[in-house]
């Protein structure tokens, strides 16, 4: 499975962007898709994550801001993030997992300017 993460940029506060998370693989068959980021110095932490039952997690920081969603089709997953703040600005990583593997995406960098 490889996952190709795009979508990033610069863009300033209260502004919008779409990540896009390109799946080699069957989105559908994913026991979990999801999306992490990765702020300098810090720790990478779940943002968004959509399971294969539907169930949807976000972190409390992105709770009314953002939505996962995913395309079956495609097998693409995207991130919609509204009303960005400069605390969202990190590098964001696509996550996908297939049974007991995890597989990383290369991150797509966000930053937002005040």
């Known amino acids: 499975v490889q996952l190709q993460a795009s979508g990033g940029g610069l863009v300033q506060l209260g502004g919008s962007l779409r990540l896009s998370c390109a799946n080699s693989g069957s989105i559908f068959s994913a026991g979990a898709l999801g999306w992490y980021r990765q702020a300098p110095g810090q720790q990478r932490e779940l943002v968004a994550l959509?399971?294969?039952?539907?169930?949807?997690t976000y972190a409390d920081s992105v709770k009314g801001r953002f939505t996962i969603s995913g395309d079956n089709a495609k097998n693409t997953v995207y991130l919609q993030m509204n009303s960005l703040k400069p605390e969202d600005t990190a590098l964001y990583y696509c996550y996908a997992s297939y049974l007991l593997n995890g597989y990383w995406g290369q991150g797509t960098q966000v930053t937002v300017s005040s």
């Open positions: 959509i399971t294969s039952g539907g169930k949807t």
